[in-house]
Every structure is written in C-alpha cells, then in structure tokens.
C-alpha cells in the first residue's frame, strides 16, 4: 500500500500502511527499549492547522505529555462520552475538518551492538489513526485504537545514534466509524510503545496448541523459525511441528494448571505459558474438557477513572482479582481486545475469556439504511480493515488457554463482513467457537447470544432444542447494573440450573466509568454532560457492579451470593443440604463453620464435619442440635478458604445460606430463608402527626427515582398520576377508645385519587403504638414506588438494627441479605451511586434505635428501614454525591413496602411479582423515646 506524505490515510478505508503482518504476542528474547514516559507534545485543533514538520520538529516550545495515556486527561480538550450516536456527521469515511491532531516526539539511542537485527517499532494501542515518522521519514500509518501495529524501522534508524519519532494521532479517522462502542471518547497513545530488536534467526511467531481429554495433553506448537519445543516439568522436548503427549493436569477457570515451556533456537528463546484444554459443542452444551461451563461472567471495559483506558498492571490485577474473590468466572472484554498482560493474569489466575474483536457501528442502527450510508459491516469499503482487525486479534492472542471464545464484535447489525470475519476465525483456529450477538438467527455463530432477554424467554430456549441450531445459549449482556441495582438476578440463576443449554452470561457491566473531575470546587465522579457535550448519554456511563473507584456496590454484593459456587439451603429439621456447583472442585480445600444467634446474639459456633462433595453433587449435613425456642433463632452456615491461594488469604468467604430454626417446618415466615421472595402484596401511603422527638410523620408514597425508574419511563408516568407531589390533609382527629387517632387524606393536585390513612396513636409504658391502616380510593395508580411512613428528627450519628443487612436490600435485591443485628452511621447507610438515587433501604427490619429513639415492629410485621441527613427532594435534585451536604436534621422513613429495583434502564420491565400493587395496607410500630 502506498504510504504518502499527506494526510489522505486519515480517511482511507483500509487499516494502514506498511504495518508488519499480525502475530503472536510473545515472551521472547527480543531486546526491548521501552518508549514510556514523557514525550515532547503539541496539540492542532484540526489536520490543517498541524504544521509539517515532523520531517525535523523544533520541539524546544512543546509540552510535556506522558505515554501511555490520553492527551484529553491531560489538560487537552475534553471528554466526551455517548453511547450509541457518533459525534460527528454519518459520512464515511469523512470525518469533520475540526479533527484533534496530536504530535508526540522523543528521542531514543539505538544500541550499537542491534547491529544486524530488525528494528521493530510496536505499539499497543493508539486512538485513533496515527502516522510514525523516524528521523525525518514516515514508516507508515496504521489504525484499529485497541490492537498492536509494528513498523519496520531497521533502514530509518542507525545502530549507536539517535532516533527520532514523531507520531502524529488524530481524535477521528475512517476507524472511527467501527469504533463506536459504549465508553469515553478518549484519545492517544494510551498503551505502550516499545523499540524491538529482533534477531535473525530467532522465532517472531508461535502458535501453541494445546488440548486435553482423559487424562492426556496433546501439545505441538507451530514455529515460523524451526526450533526445539522443551517443557522440563512434563519432561517432553520435540521439535517444533510435531505432535506429542503425555499425563497432564487440565487447565480450566477453576484450576487454571500452567506448564512453563521454551522454543529454543539458535536466534533466541520463546517463554511458553501452555495451559491444556478442549473446549467443544456437543449436543447444545459448550463445554471444556468434557464439563459444562456455567459462565457467572462480567463484561470488562478497560477503565481507570483517572487514567481512561491507559491500565497499569496493578490496575489489572485488581480487576482479576476481585472477580476471582467475588466467585466471577468469565470476562468479556467489551468491545475490544484487553491489553495482553490481563489475558496473561486470566491464564494464570483462572478466568474464562471471550475476545472480542474491536468493532462496533451501533449508531448506524441494525439494518440497511438509505442506500448510500450502508452499515459498515455491510460495506465492501470497509471488508478488508474488519477482516485485518479479526487477524489482528487472533494471532495476537491464539496463545492464552484462557481464551475460549472469539467474540466478531459488538452491536453491527449483520453482513457480509462479520461472515468474512469468521471464516477468518475459523481458519487461523479452528479450535475456538466463535460468537456474534447480532446474528439473531444464527446463520454462521457457534453459540446463540442475546442482550437482556427475560428469564422466562431464556427458559424457552433452553426448553426447545429445535431453535437456533441447538447452540449453546449464552446471555453476553444481561443484568444491566446501573445505578441502584441489578435486581432479579436469581430468576436468571435458577433457568441456568434448570436448563444445560442456558449457559450463563455476563453481567453488564463491571464498573462505572466516571471520570474523577472537579465541579463547583468539589471532587465528583463526571459522566456525560458534565465536560460540557452538546451530544452525550448523560450516566448511562456508569453502569457497572464497581464504583469508579474499584469499590464493590451492593449491586456486585448480590451478584456474588446469587453465583456462589456452594448453595447452602435447609434440607429439613436440623440439617442442611449443601449442592456444589464447581465444574472440576470438590469441597475438600473448604472449611465450614455455623453461628447460632438469637435476635442477633451470638449463642453458639463451631465447625461442621463436611465430607467432600463432588463437582455437582449435594450433601445433607446435620447441625448440632440447637434450642429453637425462642424467637428469631437463625444459624448461618459458612464455606471459607482452609488454606490461602493465589487469589485470596484463607478464610476468606466462599458461599453461606442463613436458615431460621424457630419456624414449624414447612411454613417458613417471609424472609426466614435469606433469598426467598417475600410475600408482600401490600400498597398505599401514610400522613400523620409527631410523637416526642419524632416530627412531621407524613405518608410517603415517592423515592428519587432510580436509573432502571427514570430511563424507562416508569418514573415519568408516576409523575403524571402524581405521586411525586402529594399534599396531606387532616380529615379528623381526636381521642378515641383510649388512643388519638388521626385521619388523613393524602392526594395529588388536580387528580381524583387519594390514600385514606388512619392513625392511632396508643400510649405505652415509655413509648407510643403507632397502628397505621391505608386505605386507597378513586382512581388510583396501580403502582407506587413505596408506600410507608417519613418522619424527621434530630441529627442523628448511629444506627443500629436489627434485620437485614449490612448492606441495602430491596423486594429483588435481598440474596446477599442477611438476618442479624448490625450498626452503622448515618453516612455510612449511604450507597454513593454517581447519580444520586433511592439508596439505603433495609428490608424487614424488626428493630432499629437511632440515637435516643427505638422504633420496633409489633405483632409480627416487620418495616423498611431507611436513614438519611437530606430529604428525597434533595436526593432527587442533585446530580452528583457530592452535592448532597448533611443537615441538622435526620430523615427517616419505614416502609411497609417498596417496589423493586430490576434492571429496566436497559433490560426487561420489572416483574409484577415485585411490584408494589396499590391495596390496603396495615403497619404496626413501637415508638420509645
């Protein structure tokens, strides 16, 4: 391909000029000059404003950037951020005249003694067309922001002098047209740069194949530099191109076993990770080495919320290493292959992978659109960068055993491209299925996908073998985890267990991509809108189950519980049936011990003698025996690390079931069973008068809406029925039948419904009975966001409780709730969502005192519990956390019910099992002040 000295290549279809053909990422000999760090810097508002002078830059007047990174992270322009829409006019491959042009320049000395090697320059990762000048002379212009480019330098630079390289970075090419993905527009050099010696003689490409069955490894590996294939510990050494076996431990997610090898030739040595694996399709079921993989996945942004995209390696460690603690499985690496160091970590920690290709055309819709703007999976112009960009991805990562899927890409509609793209696959690997989303009726996958279906039509797949082919089913996205949420996500787990060809998914997503930023003076988490966008996607940005900061929100608290490898469950009186779910592990590196609490005391602990439990089979183990008598007796069962592994210290929590003792078998009260869905089929609001400290008791029918509330449309229509500005009139009052009891009427404007609630306030011994009945009439709404009782106090500092907890828990987010007694401040009962909404809640609370004030459900109801030092209004208005500034006054409400949280800002409507259906209401509490 012609390489020109103009800036034509920024919008030429193809994927770049003079760019070594794609190979395997390698742990070699090569020598290596890493070119991090800083480099000279200069920023063009546009292509014809960058002066042409990167033949001999003068670069005494430049800034200083540092690489790798994003020069809008740096103080150069902004960021950006939208989800589906381009930035900028659909014209390809135009792009707008007003494009960001960055020049980065250093200098580098060869080393003498690179005499007779090839010179490589390689870099990881640039966003997103960029052309290499060295010493003066262009060495080509390559594209595809998340995939390696190599240029062959060896005739620009002389071994003991200088080099110079210039790269020139534009924010928008032709690329950007399939680089539409669901993130930050963030340019750059944003992962590494490296100068390559590569000897004559040495291997720049190997291909390890490496599988597995019965106990036996069948390993050859292909070499373009003949050599010698040398692996100590199986005690093999053959040629490069043969084929051998021997006796071999497997590796999978679960026991990620790792074999250290060498390609020895004369040029120099290649370091082998070879990990031994069969993944097949038979019969509707993806499996490796001959077991079903369930994947309790996550899909992966690369994103640091100071540093975009531009990963350390600590960065990635953390990352595998919370999803091997929180029990994840399985990482899809959206949209865009990862940077090879965090498939190195999934190999040796044990992760699944699906790699995904980088592409995505979302904002050209999925069909054809008018004739002249096809999509670019459908457009022959763009057939050989999509092919490249598949090669590209495959032989850079063919090597990791972790790898067990080729993923085309991500939301591009269909065409003739994505088939071209997996003939490609299919022909470098065969050994490797290949999935797509978008073919909806699987004409050329090997596994069947969907975003965001139900689990009701995840249940009717899995129920008829004749549909798509009999693929594996697997969901690459569901459980949208935005803002307060995902609720429902055990519905999901039990049609996996019940179904083998359902097998799993991968949670959208793992963590919200807020940028750590200043607005007003105060440090927040910015989304879209906050950098001053004219077009952006507002939060839908943070979406994730980690806060910016790697923090867990209780949305990843529930997912954990819902896919923990052990469930513990009641089997009867005094035992327990503990089922395994590991693919390959049994129970024996696990310790398991029981607490016995009553009321939330301690009253007796120990161990459990538990056999070991084969992958997939189920134990019943019996309790000591335990006095049941008194009220509120529970005994959690835990399964914790014996020993420590590479992931975790030992002790560390692997699965737990709570069970409540003092229940008649088989009638087990709501919520005995931590998990179980509670059986409330209650509604209305409330509106009072005070008691002692306790002011303006009101009826509270509205919560700040939640992201799954407000993108939807939910919350919308219950403004329009106008629960979010109800007034309260006192209908009556006065002495009766020894209590003052208090009639309300609480109703929108203008609206011809009303909440009818009755309050009678019983005096007792140091306290006060509050029995509240609501009654709704007219036309009232079928559903209220909550329903309960909203009262102000003091300032209040602690909270203690005693019910579920530690964390939130709503009707559908209650898995990794469990029954005990628990304390906290008033800060500290605050989820810090980036958007602020409904947060907090503590469903079926028996008893909370807050400060001087106790407040205890009466005669078997149970309330939840929230605590705030601002009002929902404030809560509502603000828009960042930081915004929300403690008052002199607590605000405090207990709900007889909530409606759920779900997943509906991108994902199913709520189910009406956790909807909160308008209908009378009762609630009994117990005020001591």
């Not at 050994?431 to 069947?448: K, M, W």
């Not at 994730?544 to 469950?569: A, C, H, N, Q, W």
């Not at 039948?737 to 609206?751: I, K, M, S, Y």
């Not at 003091?794 to 709730?817: C, I, L, Q």
Request: net charge negative; hydrophobic share 40%.
């Amino acid at each position: 391909m012609p390489v020109t000295q103009d800036h034509s290549y920024v919008e030429d279809f193809a994927p770049g000029a003079n760019v070594l053909p794609p190979r395997a990422w390698l742990d070699d000999d090569s020598a290596e000059i890493p070119l991090t760090g800083d480099w000279s810097f200069r920023l063009s508002a546009s292509v014809a404003d960058a002066p042409d002078d990167l033949k001999d830059p003068d670069t005494s007047g430049w800034d200083t950037i540092a690489v790798p990174g994003h020069w809008q992270l740096s103080g150069y322009g902004a960021p950006a951020y939208t989800n589906v829409v381009y930035p900028f006019p659909l014209e390809p491959p135009f792009v707008p005249t007003d494009n960001p042009t960055g020049d980065y320049v250093r200098t580098v000395t060869v080393p003498a003694d690179w005499a007779g090697a090839r010179v490589v320059l390689r870099f990881e990762g640039v966003d997103s067309r960029f052309a290499v000048h060295v010493n003066g002379e262009l060495a080509g212009w390559s594209s595809g922001s998340r995939l390696p480019s190599e240029f062959d330098v060896t005739d620009l630079v002389a071994p003991g002098k200088e080099a110079r390289i210039a790269v020139r970075v534009h924010q928008w090419s032709a690329g950007s047209y399939v680089e539409d993905q669901d993130m930050w527009w963030l340019s750059g050099i944003f992962r590494e740069v490296n100068l390559l010696a590569l000897r004559p003689g040495a291997p720049t490409d190997v291909f390890v194949h490496a599988s597995y069955a019965d106990g036996t490894g069948t390993l050859s590996v292909d070499s373009d530099v003949a050599g010698t294939v040398v692996v100590p510990e199986l005690g093999l050494e053959f040629a490069t191109g043969d084929e051998v076996t021997a006796a071999v431990e497997p590796w999978s997610a679960e026991s990620p076993r790792l074999y250290d090898g060498v390609v020895r030739t004369e040029g120099g040595d290649v370091r082998l990770r070879i990990g031994f694996r069969t993944v097949a399709i038979a019969d509707g079921v993806l499996t490796v080495n001959g077991n079903r993989v369930l994947f309790n996945g996550v899909n992966r942004h690369e994103f640091h919320p100071d540093r975009g995209r531009a990963l350390t390696e600590q960065d990635m460690l953390d990352d595998v290493l919370l999803m091997k603690r929180a029990g994840i499985n399985a990482v899809r690496t959206s949209h865009y292959p990862p940077h090879p160091h965090f498939l190195a970590l999934c190999d040796e920690y044990g992760l699944y992978v699906i790699d995904e290709c980088d592409l995505e055309t979302h904002g050209f819709g999925y069909e054809p659109q008018p004739p002249k703007l096809p999509n670019p999976v459908m457009d022959p112009r763009f057939r050989d960068d999509l092919v490249a960009r598949m090669a590209r991805t495959v032989h850079r990562d063919k090597n990791h055993p972790s790898i067990i899927i080729w993923s085309l890409g991500n939301e591009c509609g269909m065409g003739e491209n994505l088939k071209a793209m997996y003939d490609l696959a299919k022909e470098i690997d065969p050994s490797r299925p290949v999935h797509y989303e978008r073919d909806t009726e699987a004409d050329f996958v090997d596994i069947y996908s969907r975003m965001y279906t139900d689990p009701a039509g995840c249940a009717e797949i899995g129920a008829d073998s004749s549909l798509y082919r009999n693929l594996p089913f697997i969901l690459c996205e569901y459980g949208h985890a935005m803002g307060n949420g995902p609720g429902g996500l055990l519905d999901y787990r039990e049609v996996f267990d019940k179904y083998p060809r359902c097998q799993g998914g991968f949670i959208w997503e793992w963590i919200d991509h807020g940028l750590r930023t200043t607005i007003d003076g105060r440090e927040v988490y910015a989304y879209g809108g906050d950098f001053g966008e004219t077009i952006h996607d507002g939060n839908f940005v943070c979406d994730g189950l980690l806060f910016p900061d790697r923090t867990p929100s209780p949305g990843m608290l529930e997912y954990v519980k819902v896919i923990e490898p052990l469930r513990i469950v009641a089997d009867g009186n005094g035992a327990v049936s503990i089922a395994n779910r590991y693919e390959v592990l049994d129970t024996s590196r696990l310790t398991f011990t029981y607490v016995v609490e009553v009321e939330g005391s301690q009253v007796d602990a120990g161990e459990l003698s538990v056999p070991a439990i084969a992958p997939g089979a189920t134990a019943t183990v019996s309790l000591p025996a335990v006095d049941a008598s008194k009220p509120e007796t529970w005994v959690t069962v835990t399964a914790s690390l014996t020993a420590a592994t590479a992931w975790a210290e030992a002790g560390h929590r692997i699965a737990w079931g709570q069970l409540r003792l003092d229940q008649p078998a088989g009638r087990p009260a709501p919520g005995s069973e931590v998990g179980s869905a509670p059986a409330t089929n209650v509604v209305a609001g409330v509106d009072g008068i005070g008691f002692g400290v306790v002011k303006n008791a009101r009826l509270d029918v509205w919560r700040a809406p939640i992201d799954n509330d407000a993108i939807p449309g939910v919350a919308d229509a219950w403004r329009e029925q106008g629960l979010h500005r109800v007034q309260h009139r006192i209908v009556s009052q006065g002495e009766r039948d020894g209590a003052w009891e208090v009639v309300t009427r609480t109703a929108p404007p203008q609206l011809q419904w009303g909440l009818v609630s009755t309050w009678r306030w019983t005096p007792v011994d140091g306290g006060v009975v509050l029995d509240l009945d609501v009654v709704p009439e007219g036309r009232f709404p079928e559903v209220l966001p909550r329903l309960g009782v909203t009262f102000e106090l003091p300032k209040v500092e602690r909270v203690e409780w005693f019910g579920t907890g530690p964390n939130e828990a709503y009707v559908d987010t209650r898995e990794a709730a469990a029954v005990g007694k628990y304390s906290a401040t008033v800060a500290e009962l605050q989820t810090p969502y980036v958007r602020p909404q409904e947060n907090g809640h503590r469903i079926d609370t028996r008893w909370a005192t807050l400060d001087g004030l106790r407040i205890e459900a009466v005669g078997g109801t149970l309330f939840g519990l929230t605590v705030r030092d601002w009002s929902t209004q404030a809560l509502e208005s603000a828009t960042h956390t930081a915004e929300l500034t403690p008052s002199d006054t607590t605000y405090v409400t207990l709900d007889i019910a909530q409606t759920g949280v779900g997943t509906a800002a991108c994902g199913p409507a709520l189910p009406d099992r956790d909807k909160l259906k308008t209908a009378p209401a009762h609630l009994t509490v117990k005020f001591f002040g």
